[in-house]
T-cell receptor
């Protein structure tokens, strides 16, 4: 089945540590996204990528980094510079960047800083 | 600039009652609009989308939404709520700049037995 796989589903991190969240898709989509979800705040865009080896900052990129070395993979690193990293992280993809195309989402990774 | 506003962060209905979740949009160009559903600790799933072909859009699980330009609304409805409809629902609009779909804050639907 085609889809988006995020791993791990739950992740615990000590303060001061970097952590990388995995996102893989087999939908052959060009565009991929990372969102952060906090209660009552909807989805906020962290980074997005239109094609391999290219990515742009979203609305809340500070403290995060990404790479797009392969079309199917878009890992997100939460660095120690992110002041409040505890959140639910969602990866998504779409065929392209046209505004009439829907996004397909992974199951999410819940990150908790302990 | 484009935006969506979902009226009501929480909506509670009885099983078998009408579900109405409200969404108003703001857009300088004809909008493309979406409704997504999110079950607890899961990702979002597309319910339906409006792309100007028809003002009444039917989606999965018995949901539908009507695009009303005069009211700048795209409300989501379902005639009869089921317990399995309890989830969070997000209205969204496709951004004119592409790639940055704009999501509303979400409405959590509770269904009472």
């Amino acid at each position: 089945d085609g889809g988006i796989t995020q791993s791990p589903k739950y992740l615990f991190r000590k303060e001061g540590q970097n952590v990388t969240l995995s996102c893989e898709q087999n939908l052959n989509h060009d565009a991929m996204y990372w969102y952060r979800q906090d209660p009552g705040q909807g989805l906020r865009l962290i980074y997005y990528s239109q094609i391999v080896n290219d990515f742009q900052k979203g609305d809340i990129a500070e403290g995060y980094s990404v790479s797009r070395e392969k079309k199917e993979s878009f890992p997100l690193t939460v660095t120690s510079a992110q002041k409040n990293p505890t959140a639910f992280y969602l990866c998504a993809s779409s065929i392209g960047g046209q505004r009439n195309t829907e996004a397909f989402f992974g199951q999410g990774t819940r990150l908790t800083v302990v | 600039a484009q935006s969506v506003t979902q009226l009501g962060s929480h909506v509670s209905v009885s099983e078998g009652a009408l579900v109405l979740l409200r969404c108003n949009y703001s857009s300088s160009v004809p909008p493309y609009l979406f409704w997504y559903v999110q079950y607890p600790n899961q990702g979002l799933q597309l319910l339906l989308k409006y792309t100007s072909a028809a003002t009444l859009v039917k989606g999965i699980n018995g949901f539908e939404a009507e695009f009303k330009k005069s009211e700048t609304s795209f409300h989501l409805t379902k005639p009869s709520a089921h317990m399995s409809d309890a989830a969070e629902y997000f209205c969204a609009v496709g951004n004119t700049g592409g790639f940055k779909t704009i999501f509303g804050a979400g409405t959590r639907l509770f269904v009472k037995a």
